[in-house]
Nanobody, 120 residues
Framework: QVQLVESGGGLVQPGGSTRLSCVAS????????MTWFRQTPGKERELVAT???????DYTDSVKGRFTISRDNAKKTMYLQMNSLKPEDTGVYYC??????????????WGQGTLVTVSS
């Protein structure tokens, strides 16, 4: 069994910062691409940032220069540093990862989501 668990959401003032974490646990042999998605009311879930196994990164245009995705393979953890937050960044942030377990199969997993609310 593999689980992804996010943490770090909460209420943040506009212009503020916060950091999200996503930890993989269970029968994790290796982690390939890891991605943060977010979903805001009335909109489809969108990709926010992604990081591959070689630490290559990509971001949606609206967060470039403000958010930084990173990972620590030893800790099986991905992070999203979010700076200069705007009210439109409000949403549920989901962790997603392609994980190889000890059967050598690669499966895609989702976390349960963590709510980030940007408001004064």
């Amino acid at each position: 069994q593999v689980q992804l668990v996010e943490s770090g959401g909460g209420l943040v003032q506009p212009g503020g910062s916060t950091r999200l974490s996503c930890v993989a646990s269970g029968t994790v042999f290796s982690i390939e691409t890891m991605t943060w998605f977010r979903q805001t009311p009335g909109k489809e879930r969108e990709l926010v940032a992604t990081i591959d196994s070689g630490f290559g990164t990509d971001y949606t245009d609206s967060v470039k220069g403000r958010f930084t995705i990173s990972r620590d393979n030893a800790k099986k953890t991905m992070y999203l540093q979010m700076n200069s937050l705007k009210p439109e960044d409000t949403g549920v942030y989901y962790c997603n990862a392609d994980i190889q377990d000890y059967t050598a199969r690669v499966r895609n997993y989702w976390g349960q989501g963590t709510l980030v609310t940007v408001s004064s």
